[in-house]
């Protein structure tokens, strides 16, 4: 047969409970006698410790026969008041077998006293309530746990669903932009067309690819970075030029995908680009190892068309994946974006 369990806990707690139940119980029934006589400590603790087991296992059954019949969250109040009544009812009907059993057997240094009895039915009623309230907080506890477990997983999936939406937004954001630099070569000088339709194919390779991992190597995203500016210096000439200041052994850190390229494109989107006024961007990192995207400032009269992705993109990426948030300055003379490295 088996068992009623009412908690993963139920053999700690019988091991540590009803040992100390048993002797504080026999106490107040038989009195200091208890003490002084082996016979009758080790006869009535064997007996109540029977008894508190029984106890133990009835009060299980019946936690679980209430929990079954109120399984409600909102019904807590109810099942906690209907299992402490039950379990005092039946502590307190085992107290007075228990005080009847040591009548009857004539337990040596027992004398019946009614005064005693109260006690005792007092003190199983005080030992249940004090059980209880361990149950509920190792319940609420593990409950507690559960839910977290459950809420971060939901969170995670959450943020992998708003991580992996970010990235779609990319595709689509970045042929978009890149169409429009074409249509506008195929007019001007269709060579220059040919060539750029060849180096997009390559670059939108690039763009699948990592687009499936989380974080790419910064050396990867150079690599993609100086492919990007190729691309844009067919369009833009002399006007535009990309300097790179990388310390040596910072290739192998990584950054979300892309994150260059929205960086590049925001500079050539939002500034004037001549010749006479050429763009200057610069990636190169700092004293504290973070990748810096520096570009100067020279703002277009009317503001360029932006869909929103762009910056807000990289920074909710970066805070998806739990790193610190990059910082963007602007001093009127340059635009600075620095970046964490993971």
């Known amino acids: 047969?088996?068992?009623?369990?009412?908690?993963?806990?139920?053999?700690?707690?019988?091991?540590?409970?009803?040992?100390?139940?048993?002797?504080?119980?026999?106490?107040?029934?038989?009195?200091?006698?208890?003490?002084?006589?082996?016979?009758?400590?080790?006869?009535?603790?064997?007996?109540?410790?029977?008894?508190?087991?029984?106890?133990?296992?009835?009060?299980?059954?019946?936690?679980?026969?209430?929990?079954?019949?109120?399984?409600?969250?909102?019904q807590y109040v109810m099942r906690a008041l209907l299992r402490f009544m039950a379990s005092a009812a039946n502590a307190s009907l085992h107290a007075l077998v228990l005080f009847n059993v040591f009548v009857q057997i004539q337990l040596p240094g027992f004398t019946a006293d009614p005064v005693r009895l109260l006690f005792s039915v007092l003190f199983v009623m005080v030992s249940v309530a004090i059980v209880m309230i361990v149950y509920e907080t190792v319940d609420s506890y593990?409950?507690?746990?559960?839910?977290?477990?459950?809420?971060e997983t939901l969170t995670k999936a959450q943020?992998?669903?708003?991580?992996?939406?970010?990235?779609?937004?990319?595709?689509?954001?970045?042929?978009?932009?890149?169409?429009?630099?074409?249509?506008?070569?195929?007019?001007?000088?269709?060579?220059?067309?040919?060539?750029?339709?060849?180096?997009?194919?390559?670059?939108?390779?690039?763009?699948?690819?990592?687009?499936?991992?989380?974080?790419?190597?910064?050396?990867?995203?150079?690599?993609?970075?100086?492919?990007?500016?190729?691309?844009?210096?067919?369009?833009?000439?002399?006007?535009?030029?990309?300097?790179?200041?990388?310390?040596?052994?910072?290739?192998?850190?990584?950054?979300?995908?892309?994150?260059?390229?929205?960086?590049?494109?925001?500079?050539?989107?939002?500034?004037i680009i001549l010749p006479s006024q050429p763009l200057t961007i610069a990636l190169s990192t700092d004293e504290q190892q973070r990748l810096v995207v520096s570009n100067n400032l020279q703002r277009k009269p009317s503001r360029a068309l932006s869909n929103g992705v762009g910056l807000s993109n990289i920074l909710t990426k970066y805070q998806m994946l739990g790193q610190p948030t990059p910082t963007i300055e602007d001093d009127g003379h340059e635009f600075r974006v620095t970046l964490p490295l993971v």
């Open 1 to 74: 047969m088996k068992l009623p369990v009412y908690s993963k806990y139920d053999r700690v707690l019988q091991l540590i409970f009803i040992p100390i139940n048993s002797c504080m119980l026999s106490w107040i029934i038989i009195g200091n006698n208890y003490w002084t006589n082996w016979v009758t400590f080790g006869g009535a603790t064997v007996i109540t410790a029977g008894f508190t087991f029984s106890v133990w296992m009835i009060g299980n059954y019946m936690g679980l026969k209430i929990n079954a019949q109120h399984p409600h969250p909102r």
């Open 142 to 151: 593990d409950n507690w746990q559960v839910a977290q477990q459950q809420i």
């Open 159 to 271: 943020m992998q669903g708003q991580l992996d939406a970010l990235r779609q937004q990319v595709n689509p954001h970045f042929l978009f932009n890149s169409l429009n630099s074409l249509t506008a070569l195929i007019s001007e000088d269709p060579r220059k067309a040919e060539t750029f339709s060849e180096e997009l194919s390559s670059v939108y390779r690039y763009l699948l690819r990592s687009n499936e991992a989380p974080l790419v190597p910064l050396s990867s995203e150079l690599d993609f970075a100086n492919s990007y500016y190729h691309l844009l210096k067919t369009r833009h000439g002399e006007a535009i030029s990309l300097v790179t200041h990388i310390q040596p052994g910072l290739e192998s850190r990584q950054l979300p995908p892309l994150t260059l390229q929205l960086l590049i494109e925001n500079a050539v989107k939002h500034n």
